[in-house]
């Protein structure tokens, strides 16, 4: 089975540019998320989706960054314009609904790591 | 709000050595996972604990849940050199019909010395 794919791997932006990161997930998997992970730090979520909508989108800087997921499949986190302090690594995930002991397990990308200078 | 803490934030331990990382959680959870990450690389699922007094092992890991203490723990048994990692518990609240999100903590580096 294919595991979820995040491109590009690397992307080194200036500060006030804009960038884009693109997510395709497990097929078949309803549930996509976004999460960001400074160094040294946890992954924060970002942004989730049910298929083509946002069920919680609390923690994202509305006013820099964006993200669709058109059709319910693959999805886009966009940052415009980008600050010093949005480096860090951009994780997708992405999981099933459904039944069962590891129902709702989010299985994570390679993540793409940004750095804003 | 839920919070999740992890301690200790490091870990420096020689191989052959048993130690315990803690998880501990501030709200009601309906699943508590432990995840690996080496660096550079993605998060690698390790164990999902799904009620109270379950216990997972794999390996020299074993992971167990106190849902009315809100504590998970993470037990290395005779470590290795290949555990070093660093090492996530992520909380997801109760289940409303729809998938939840994961709270991570801040994780515990993991090093295994010879």
């Known amino acids: ?117 | 709000e839920l919070k999740v803490e992890q301690n200790p934030l490091f870990l420096s331990m020689q191989e052959g050595k048993n130690y315990t990382i803690y998880c501990n959680y501030s709200t009601t959870s309906d699943r508590l996972y432990w995840y690996r990450q080496d660096p550079g690389k993605s998060l690698e699922s390790l164990f999902v604990l799904l009620s109270n007094g379950a216990v997972k092992q794999e390996g020299r890991l074993m992971a167990s849940l106190d849902t009315k203490a809100r504590l998970s723990t993470l037990h290395i048994t005779a470590a290795v050199h290949d555990l070093s990692a660093t090492y996530f518990c992520a909380v997801a609240p109760r289940l409303t019909g729809t998938a939840s999100k994961l709270t991570f903590g801040t994780g515990t580096r993991l090093q295994v010395t010879l």
């Open chain 1, 1 to 117: 089975e294919a595991g979820v794919a995040q491109s590009p791997r690397y992307k080194i932006i200036e500060k006030r540019q804009s960038v884009a990161f693109w997510c395709n997930p497990i097929s078949g998997h309803a549930t996509l998320y976004w999460y960001q992970q400074i160094l040294g730090q946890g992954p924060k979520l970002l942004i989730q989706f049910q298929n083509n909508g946002v069920v919680d989108d609390s923690q994202l800087p509305k006013d820099r960054f964006s993200a669709e997921r058109l059709k319910g499949v693959d999805s886009t986190l966009k940052i415009q314009p980008a600050k010093l302090e949005d480096s860090a690594v951009y994780l997708c995930a992405s999981s099933a609904l459904g039944v069962g002991p590891r129902r709702a397990e989010a299985f994570f990308g390679q993540g793409t790591r940004l750095t804003v200078v």
